[in-house]
């Protein structure tokens, strides 16, 4: 037996990541990150690589609540499409345990102008904002790695349903999928369970539109056979 006395290193693999610390992250909070972050960057344009790298620690539930936000909202076609294959990407990393959040460089090297990032934030950071005064670290229990998997896990089926061409239909996923994320970034179990509630509801919805336009399309379907047979 070594008599050598207890390392005071820390060994990795029981250190916590920062996003599964009971307490609420440091520093200033998501709304006003993203406010400086639209405030004082330095180019015309800002990348998604800019702006995770200016999340730092928070970067999976900040990432996965700005691309999840505009499916909230009424956009052109092809947008959820375009929003939702991040979103994949993110959630998947969530339910494996990755730590730090990656794309791959032909996503996260997009840009949009300065001025239109910093327009959006300045519509989306005073309701968060208001969002995040009411949030808090609560039954930290659910603040924990199995429940980020499981969170993972189910962002991914609201992501997967966000891509389905159902008029409005990307709206209630997102708006569970941004429960979670901001579960996730505050620590909050009351909000994860909101969150949990919303998707199970958005995809029993879904699942009914999905349901109905099928059966819709069997009766037209058979209407056309049967007029086609008596000619």
């Given at each position: 037996?070594?008599?050598?006395?207890?390392?005071?290193?820390?060994?990795?693999?029981?250190?916590?990541?920062?996003?599964?610390?009971?307490?609420?992250?440091r520093g200033p909070k998501l709304s006003e990150l993203l406010l400086q972050i639209a405030a004082d960057h330095p180019r015309?344009?800002?990348?998604?690589?800019?702006?995770?790298?200016?999340?730092?620690?928070?970067?999976?539930?900040?990432?996965?609540?700005?691309?999840?936000?505009?499916?909230?909202?009424?956009?052109?076609?092809?947008?959820?499409?375009?929003?939702?294959?991040?979103?994949?990407?993110?959630?998947?990393?969530?339910?494996?345990?990755?730590?730090?959040?990656?794309?791959?460089?032909?996503?996260?090297?997009?840009?949009?102008?300065?001025?239109?990032?910093?327009?959006?934030?300045?519509?989306?950071?005073?309701?968060?904002?208001?969002?995040?005064?009411?949030?808090?670290?609560?039954?930290?229990?659910?603040?924990?790695?199995?429940?980020?998997?499981?969170?993972?896990?189910?962002?991914?089926?609201?992501?997967?349903?966000?891509?389905?061409?159902?008029?409005?239909?990307?709206?209630?996923?997102?708006?569970?999928?941004?429960?979670?994320?901001?579960?996730?970034?505050e620590r909050d179990g009351v909000v994860y369970l909101a969150g949990l509630l919303t998707a199970i509801l958005s995809i029993?919805?879904?699942?009914?539109?999905?349901?109905?336009?099928?059966?819709?399309?069997?009766?037209?379907?058979?209407?056309?056979?049967?007029?086609?047979?008596?000619?």
């Open positions: 037996m070594s008599n050598d006395p207890p390392s005071d290193t820390p060994d990795p693999h029981t250190v916590p990541r920062p996003e599964t610390d009971d307490a609420r992250p015309e344009r800002i990348s998604i690589a800019d702006i995770m790298q200016r999340l730092d620690d928070r970067a999976f539930g900040a990432l996965i609540f700005i691309f999840a936000v505009p499916n909230m909202l009424p956009t052109p076609p092809g947008t959820s499409v375009i929003l939702g294959a991040p979103l994949v990407f993110l959630a998947f990393q969530l339910a494996i345990g990755r730590s730090i959040p990656w794309l791959p460089r032909l996503i996260s090297q997009r840009s949009l102008l300065l001025a239109d990032f910093a327009r959006v934030i300045s519509r989306v950071a005073p309701v968060l904002a208001r969002a995040e005064r009411l949030m808090r670290p609560r039954l930290v229990l659910l603040a924990t790695r199995p429940f980020d998997q499981l969170m993972g896990l189910m962002c991914i089926l609201l992501s997967v349903v966000i891509f389905l061409p159902i008029p409005l239909g990307n709206m209630p996923p997102a708006v569970a999928i941004c429960l979670f994320s901001l579960a996730l970034l029993a919805l879904i699942s009914g539109v999905v349901y109905g336009m099928i059966v819709a399309l069997i009766f037209l379907l058979s209407d056309v056979l049967g007029l086609v047979k008596e000619r």
